[in-house]
């Protein structure tokens, strides 16, 4: 290949022509079955991912093949590598499609000990209610959720823990109950938030 550009001297060409040169060796020396993750992979998203990832072929083969033959979307795509890139999680494309199955199903899952996945808005009563169960358990917990006053006046009427929890659940909102250090994840395509929040439980 011959660069003829009088806009660069015949030194300048030569540099250009390597790198060139470079280019072509490294997909000449890939194998077609990387190309044909990474066509599938494009195929399967839209809009600015789409063409951040046209960007940097190396980065799409790196999560083509992470991805490997699952079904993707957008949304999918973007939760693993979110949750990959801000949380100490270590989870596989597969474990992700799956969690975010049962939030469409449930509202929200239990990704691990102290870890919520959620969509923004979804009754998280039941999920508060098996929390408290336990919590109530732990005296630094009861310290955290009780105050002194209420704490005398519950043992004074003989209130049960059922009630302690009914009473904590209906007055007060999940995520301030159970401190939720909240962060956005991602958008759906119906404009639904998914929400990731750690709680010390």
């Known amino acids: 290949m011959i660069i003829n550009n009088n806009n660069f001297s015949s030194i ?23 190309f044909e993750h990474v066509e599938a992979l494009i195929s399967k998203v839209d809009g600015e991912f789409k063409q951040e990832l ?18 993707v979307d957008n949304l999918k ?7 990959k890139n801000n949380s ?8 992700v499609i799956r969690y ?14 102290g870890i919520i996945i959620y969509k923004k808005g979804t009754d998280l009563t039941h999920f508060v209610r098996e929390k408290l169960e336990t919590m109530l358990e732990e005296e630094r917990f009861v310290d955290k959720l009780l105050d002194k006053d209420s704490l005398i ?3 004074m009427n003989g209130t049960s823990k059922d009630q302690v929890i009914r009473e904590l659940v209906n007055g007060i909102e999940a995520e301030e109950l159970l401190d939720f250090d909240s962060k956005f994840i991602a958008e759906n395509q119906h404009g639904e938030e998914y929400i990731y929040a750690e709680i010390d439980c």
Request: no cysteine; net charge negative; hydrophobic share 40%.
């Open 12 to 34: 300048i060409q030569i540099f250009m022509m390597n790198e060139i040169n470079s280019i072509i060796n490294k997909y000449s020396n890939l194998e077609s079955k990387k």
């Open 77 to 83: 795509i973007n939760i693993f590598l979110w949750i």
């Open 54 to 71: 046209l960007q940097d072929f190396d980065k799409a083969l790196k999560l083509a093949t992470e991805i490997g033959e699952s079904d």
């Open 153 to 155: 006046e519950y043992w």
């Open 88 to 95: 100490n999680l270590e989870l596989s494309i597969s474990e």
């Open 100 to 113: 975010i199955e049962e939030v469409e199903e449930e509202g929200y899952v239990s990704v691990d000990e």
